[in-house]
């Protein structure tokens, strides 16, 4: 069965500062993963999207890396603004042709103070 | 191009009563995901239908809780004889035929059981 796991659950930063997300899952057969914000009482936003055959995937300011083998992933959020804040969850896709279901980790919940 | 349409986006019932939920997938989206969100929980897949089929149903309660996925509209998530333990966010998602592509979600359904 596979899992996610995401550390730290919470992170406070100030502005401007450079950090890193990190999400590591348990069966390394996935097909792609996938980095979601959520913002208070909405629902998911797509980040962005990295097949399993990826290394890294970049959007503006975000940077997400994929490392199967060892089954990790971290986001990297680069000059980090107040309008940063806000939970960030990872999620795997297996890898079976059938059942396409995403599995979440807990998520990151990030504060970047003015 | 609208994005996942979820109503109603709030939705209280008192225990014993039926819940219905309602999601318009993406145009052109076939596949369809129902996901849970419990308070100060992760969220944990439930249901993944594609038009008129139910493809994976392995995360949904086999008791009281049902979806479908009609030809024609959008796709429901029923939960007959609610109970306190019900109240949660429900978010539905979608995506094209390929895997390659993210999934999209709604704003979600919140659902209080009074």
């Known amino acids: 069965k596979q899992e996610v796991t995401q550390i730290p659950a919470a992170l406070s930063v100030p502005e401007g500062e450079n950090l890193v997300l990190n999400c590591s899952f348990t069966?390394?057969?996935?097909?792609?993963l996938q980095w979601f914000r959520q913002d208070p009482g909405k629902g998911l936003t797509s980040l962005l999207l990295?097949?399993?055959?990826?290394r890294e995937q970049t959007s503006g300011r975000l940077n997400a890396s994929l490392d199967k083998s060892s089954g990790r992933s971290t986001l990297y959020i680069a000059a980090s603004q107040p309008g940063d804040s806000a939970t960030y969850l990872c999620a795997v896709r297996r890898g079976e042709t059938s059942g396409s279901r995403l599995t979440f980790g807990e998520g990151t919940q990030l504060t970047v103070n003015p | 191009n609208a994005g996942v349409m979820q109503n109603p986006r709030h939705l209280v019932r008192r225990r014993g009563q039926e819940a219905r939920l309602r999601c318009s997938p993406m145009?052109?989206?076939?596949?369809v995901y129902w996901y849970r969100q419990l308070p100060e929980e992760g969220l944990k897949f439930m249901v993944y239908l594609q038009k008129e089929n139910i493809i994976d149903e392995s995360g949904m309660p086999k008791e009281r809780f049902s979806a479908e996925f009609p030809k024609e509209g959008p796709s429901i998530l029923r939960i007959q004889q609610v109970v306190r333990g019900d109240s949660a966010a429900y978010f539905c998602?979608?995506?094209?035929?390929?895997?390659?592509?993210?999934?999209?979600f709604g704003n979600g359904t919140r659902l209080t059981v009074t």
């Open positions: 069966d390394s057969a996935i097909y792609n």
């Open positions: 998602a979608s995506s094209p035929l390929s895997r390659d592509s993210p999934l999209h």
């Open positions: 990295i097949q399993s055959s990826q």
């Open positions: 145009k052109g989206h076939s596949h």
